[in-house]
């Protein structure tokens, strides 16, 4: 008797294993994976959703699993600046881009996907083609205004 309430045991045991290791492996404990680099910038995406009303804008964040810098390149050779899983899972960044606030844009833009499933708009940040050279959406306080409340009215 006592044997099978060990047996149990372990198996209860393994099972709990288990669900951590899926867990673990599928990063579902709403947190994000970060790229070091893409950092600060996520903070600062949080900082301007929490200033403009969303409380809750790091919480939200927590349901993409991985934010990350890597090479894109789609079959046809194109090269697009961010990508965001169909289910919003990851947003990968183009890794060579060089400029700072191109690379907030594409943040921005990702997360508007991955967060709140907006659609591409005819101009703005969630336009989808943007001028490497810029100007940058980002850094036009109206069009910034714009994609906040694209965003909020999405929640
Ligand atoms: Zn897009």
């Not at 850094?139 to 999405?154: G, H, R, T, V």
Request: glycine share 8%.
């Amino acid at each position: 008797m006592r044997g099978r309430i060990e047996a149990i045991a372990v198996t209860v045991g393994c099972l709990i294993g288990i669900f951590f290791l899926a867990k673990w492996i599928s990063g579902d404990d709403g947190t994000t994976k970060i790229d070091p680099k893409l950092q600060p910038l996520v903070e600062e995406w949080i900082t301007t959703m929490e200033s403009s009303g969303m409380s809750d804008a790091r919480e939200r964040l927590g349901k993409v699993h991985q934010i990350k810098l890597a090479s894109i390149e789609t079959l046809s050779g194109a090269e697009p600046l961010g990508v965001t899983t169909i289910d919003g899972d990851v947003i990968k960044i183009n890794e060579r881009i060089l400029s700072r606030d191109l690379m907030k844009n594409t943040l921005f833009h990702e997360l508007g996907h991955a967060l709140f499933s907006l659609d591409h708009t005819i101009e703005g940040i969630m336009n989808c083609s943007q001028d490497i050279d810029g100007p940058y959406p980002i850094n036009d306080p109206d069009k910034l205004k714009q994609y906040i409340n694209q965003c909020l009215a999405s929640r």
